[in-house]
């Protein structure tokens, strides 16, 4: 069955400074691969997915993503963080019929 | 904006008592899929309706049930509700294996 694993259940930066978050899945077939942000009492907003068109994935509010099957690995990154990004990050994978996620990561921004 | 709506925002039940949570998918999705976040974890995979069939189940017990109606709408039904059903329930509604789009959800305590 497919997974994912977050690293880092919290992660930091200040204003401006690149963002990373982490990471890995877990799958028998080539896998449709997401990530997620959730605001404070809101529902999931999709920024970004991979679905082996290609490997660099562009989002939305300047987020990508880049697939490497060679270390089962999907990270997010920003060249610039806003104070606007501070949000919780979900990745997940679909092979079928449902969506697995990690457990996510809390971007905080420091000014 | 998703087009997802989810009705009601915020629901408080006793133990034992039974909801139903309501959900309006985006119009020519023909996937329904539910999903349970509890405080401060990532979203469980409770089930998916496609043409109003169930089409894939997580681990979750059986009264846990719902339904799709042809009108895009579909329900979450929680019998016997238990303490740790208390969680923010999520609605998502797509094409198949391909995004979903998610609505902002429905808060449920159970006392």
């Known amino acids: 069955a497919q997974s994912v694993t977050q690293l880092g259940s919290h992660v930091s930066v200040s204003e401006g400074a690149l963002v990373l978050l982490r990471c890995n899945y877990s799958?028998?077939?080539?896998?449709?691969l997401f990530w997620y942000v959730q605001y404070p009492n809101q529902g999931l907003q999709l920024l970004l997915k991979?679905?082996?068109?290609?490997?660099l994935v562009k989002g939305i509010n300047g987020f990508e993503a880049e697939f490497k099957k060679s270390e089962t690995s999907f990270h997010l990154t920003k060249p610039s963080a806003h104070m606007s990004d501070a949000a919780e990050y979900f990745c997940?994978?679909?092979?079928?019929?449902?969506?697995?996620f990690g457990a996510g990561t809390r971007l905080t921004v420091k000014p | 904006e998703t087009g997802v709506t989810q009705s009601p925002t915020h629901l408080i039940k006793t133990r034992g008592q039974q909801v139903t949570l309501r959900c309006s998918s985006q119009?020519?999705?023909?996937?329904v899929s539910w999903y349970q976040q509890a405080l401060g974890q990532g979203p469980q995979f409770i089930f998916q309706?496609?043409?109003?069939?169930?089409?894939g189940r997580g681990n979750f017990p059986p009264r846990f049930s719902g339904l799709q109606f042809p009108n895009y709408s579909s329900e979450l039904n929680v019998n016997a509700l238990e303490l740790d059903d208390s969680a923010l329930y999520l609605c998502?509604?797509?094409?198949?294996?391909?995004?979903?789009?998610f609505g902002p959800g429905t808060r449920l305590t159970v006392l």
């Open positions: 998502a509604s797509g094409l198949a294996t391909d995004t979903q789009y």
């Open positions: 799958s028998s077939v080539p896998p449709y």
């Open positions: 991979y679905t082996s068109a290609a490997t």
């Open positions: 997940a994978v679909s092979e079928k019929n449902d969506m697995r």
């Open positions: 119009s020519g999705h023909n996937t």
């Open positions: 309706y496609y043409r109003e069939e169930e089409n």
